[in-house]
């Protein structure tokens, strides 16, 4: 029996006060097995990104408990939770958020350095197919190949969880492509839990679960009996 890399019971985020409150999540009950692809999906302002924010420690919740494996997130200090995000989490965001000044190989020494486990710099390059472009800076590489150094980035710590917050929103369809299955050999050569946020339909096709929000509630979750291959999916 799978483990669960989240369980999260009855999770709620308000911002602001009084009349003017946004509910961003109005009790959301989850649970996400390790080990999995799980693809968030929903429209903009569903809820979807503030669960991965909260659920990746970068920001609390209103009320309700997220448990990592058997640590309660929510109950944790700054410390706890700066000490969590270190020695398990990576993100990868749209933007790529590189050092500009840095070359690919630097970019990604920047997390080994303060990693617990950290993988060799050029291995982690290696591993989104960038061996020959570890010299180059960002200004030296294509939006997709700066997208995979971030990505590089941040398995290079081995992470337990990678959480993607519309990883390809910036990126044309055949880069796109190529980025989910650099997201899809990370999750099967590390057995990384790897959430998705987005907004593309098309993208849950290579989810092991698809979780789909909608005005800050889960709407449904689904189980993809069979997942099609990341260079197949429809953009």
């Known amino acids: 029996m799978k483990r669960n890399a989240f369980t999260i019971t009855n999770l709620k985020k308000i911002y602001g006060e009084g009349p003017a409150a946004v509910h961003a999540l109005r009790g959301v009950n989850l649970e996400i097995p390790e080990h999995e692809v799980v693809v968030l999906l929903g429209a903009s302002g569903s809820g979807k990104s503030t669960l991965l924010n909260i659920a990746g420690g970068l920001d609390r919740s209103s009320e309700g408990n ?5 640590q309660n997130l929510t109950s944790m200090s700054d410390t706890e939770l700066t000490r969590y995000r270190r020695d398990h989490v990576g993100f990868v965001f749209q933007f790529y958020n590189l050092m500009p000044s840095l070359t690919a190989r630097e970019n990604v020494e920047l997390v080994t ?45 081995q992470p337990d969880v ?23 050999d990370v999750n099967e050569r590390l057995g990384a ?11 849950a096709a290579m989810a092991d679960r698809v979780i789909r929000f909608g005005d800050g509630a889960v709407i449904e979750v689904t189980k993809n009996a069979a997942k099609s291959a990341p260079e197949d999916i429809e953009w």
């Not at 997220?66 to 058997?70: A, E, G, H, L, Q």
């Open 113 to 157: 350095e303060i990693a617990r486990n950290p993988m060799d710099p050029d291995e982690a390059l290696s591993l989104v197919g960038l061996t020959n472009r570890t010299d180059h800076f960002p200004a030296q590489l294509s939006g997709g190949e700066q997208q995979r150094v971030a990505i590089a980035r941040a398995v290079a710590k």
């Open 193 to 203: 839990t790897v959430l998705i946020v987005t907004h593309a339909a098309s993208q």
């Open 66 to 70: 997220v448990y990592f494996r058997d």
């Open 162 to 184: 990678l959480f993607c917050d519309e990883p390809t929103g910036a990126l044309d369809s055949i880069t796109g492509r190529t980025v989910l299955k650099v997201l899809k």
